[in-house]
């Protein structure tokens, strides 16, 4: 019998439980746990962000307040260019800098550079960080420009893939609709493996679709040139808006294609070339290798005292 009442009172309990579950009885003291994980971590993220801005706010400080010494409106203008362009951006705030904000990140490098000086009284070795922070201050700019330049470079070798896709929806002139073939495009950079190209490529085609979808092609093309300045982007600007108006330059594209396809099979060359003399290199080296392991036991077979 008090076995039996035992199972009755463990099979009661399990049905109630079965029944407020059904309710969301249970369930209630859940959803206030992740209601209050979603507001931890939402002040977090706020702490984060204020921080930033916090942050980026000190940045911006000196070039505001000299701007005719650190900020002009020439290097406004450069570092504008160099944010847009390379897409420098605050991932906490999701929004590129501003140029005062650039410029003052690496102006504190060079603060910290003199706030270390009255230090090398004590240890001289200090003014090499104070070099090495005047000398980050004075040339990030040519590194963002080296950047560029890189970027310009895949650019010429890769917009044949870009171009080749197009090239037909060119030769049909002022009908042309060529934003369905960066989607194209951009779907087929999911796979490449080359990540360097994907990267500049995948970039490139995003911003032309962009302006794709705000404006009429032959008024998107044009915008290109305001960001990519390199001789393959400026002369294809040329001959597609000449095609989308409807101009007859059929010629002009395909010498355009022509020059292109060289460009790359050059670039191809170039590297097939270096791939070759590395493998050179690497059989010589196993020569190398190999005739000291033969020198080696040659002279361990030689008797004891023999030289």
């Not at 240890?123 to 080296?146: D, E, N, Q, R, S």
């Not at 794709?212 to 390199?230: F, G, N, T």
Request: a positive charge; one cysteine or more.
């Amino acid at each position: 019998m008090n076995i039996l009442n035992v199972f009755v009172g463990v099979l009661t309990i399990f049905v109630c439980f079965r029944i407020l579950g059904l309710f969301g009885v249970f369930e209630k003291s859940v959803g206030i746990g992740k209601v209050a994980d979603v507001v931890k971590e939402h002040q977090k993220s706020s702490k984060k962000r204020e921080s930033e801005r916090v942050k980026l706010a000190m940045f911006a400080y000196f070039p505001k307040a000299l701007s005719g010494m650190l900020m002009t409106d020439l290097a406004r203008e450069k570092h504008k260019y160099v944010i847009e362009r390379l897409e420098i951006k605050s991932e906490v705030l999701n929004r590129l800098l501003t140029p005062e904000e650039l410029r003052g990140k690496y102006f504190s490098f060079a603060v910290i550079g003199l706030l270390a000086v009255p230090f090398a009284f004590f240890h001289p070795a200090v003014l090499i960080i104070t070099a090495f922070t005047f000398v980050i201050f004075g040339g990030y700019m040519f590194i963002y420009k080296k950047k560029i330049e890189d970027e310009d470079e895949i650019i010429d070798v890769y917009f044949i893939d870009i171009y080749l896709l197009m090239y037909s929806k060119l030769r049909a002139g002022s009908k042309a609709r060529i934003q369905t073939v960066i989607e194209s495009y951009i779907d087929t950079l999911q796979v490449a493996s080359n990540l360097e190209m994907k990267e500049v490529m995948l970039k490139f085609s995003k911003f032309f679709l962009n302006n794709l979808a705000m404006y009429e092609d032959h008024k998107a093309v044009p915008i290109l040139r305001e960001r990519y300045k390199s001789s393959t982007i400026i002369n294809f600007c040329n001959v597609a808006v000449q095609a989308l108006q409807g101009i007859d330059n059929a010629d002009t594209l395909l010498t355009f294609k022509q020059d292109l396809i060289r460009r790359k099979t050059d670039v191809m060359r170039k590297k097939a070339q270096i791939l070759l003399k590395k493998g050179e290199m690497a059989i010589y080296l196993i020569y190398i290798i190999l005739f000291i392991f033969i020198g080696v036991g040659w002279y361990s077979k030689i008797p004891t005292g023999y030289f």
